[in-house]
């Protein structure tokens, strides 16, 4: 069931110069295309709707960003790319419910890894994380989420939508640190046998891809 819901590429080396096409699996076990970045279409306008009101702390980690109280009981670790689909459908519809019902009370902090598969999405990457160096992390990634990016031109666009100041932004996504943290994500996606995207980790407990909310509550309900 679940790997229905992910993006059927392996995680790639360090070098995303060879972009691969997304594919995905149908039913049958017959393998067809599913949208990606390249097949999005971008308007000029990137405004989407207001930032999520749940409160949250969020801070940046080593090519990922946490989300929810270091005093969470539990950390729920998701493998993902904003040039992914499915990744991209899970942020938009089940990112909010965790927020709301087991980040704001402690129960859950979220961890995301970026794990960009293409240049866009290596892109997107970049600037989600350098997004929170101005503090603006939940915006750019909805924003991002509705309406990806593929070109260095749109980050002005993006920058516009969230008022990011746009040189402190490019400055960040060119630094030396920012390709470094990007590349420690994919290595440890790597380690941890990641294949497919979203990916998950709660406790000893991994899976591939979208489950419904009953199944993930189920999960964090019965995590050691």
């Avoid at 046998?193 to 909310?213: A, K, M, N, Q």
Wanted: glycine share 6%; aromatic share 6%; proline share 6%.
């Amino acid at each position: 069931m679940a790997l229905l819901t992910a993006c059927q590429r392996p995680v790639p080396p360090s070098d995303f110069r060879q972009p691969e096409p997304s594919e995905g699996l149908t039913a049958s076990g017959v393998t067809e295309e599913v949208p990606s970045e390249a097949m999005t279409e971008t308007p000029e306008s990137l405004e989407v709707g207001d930032a999520p009101t749940v409160p949250t702390e969020i801070r940046a980690g080593t090519g990922s960003i946490f989300i929810g109280s270091a005093d969470a009981e539990l950390t729920l670790t998701i493998y993902e790319d904003y040039g992914c689909f499915y990744c991209r459908e899970f942020a938009s519809t089940e990112m909010p419910w965790l927020l709301k019902e087991f980040v704001a009370d402690k129960k859950l902090m979220i961890e995301r890894v970026f794990v960009p598969m293409s240049p866009a999405g290596m892109l997107m990457a970049k600037a989600s994380l350098c997004s929170q160096k101005q503090n603006l992390f939940e915006l750019a990634d909805q924003t991002l989420h509705a309406r990806p990016i593929t070109t260095d031109a749109q980050l002005a666009t993006l920058a516009k939508s969230v008022k990011m100041n746009l040189k402190n932004l490019q400055t960040c996504m060119a630094s030396k640190a920012t390709a470094l943290s990007l590349e420690a994500a994919t290595a440890r996606a790597k380690a941890a046998g990641v294949s497919r995207l979203p990916s998950f980790e709660l406790g000893t407990d991994r899976w591939i891809g979208i489950l419904t909310r009953e199944e993930l509550e189920s999960k964090i309900g019965n995590a050691d």
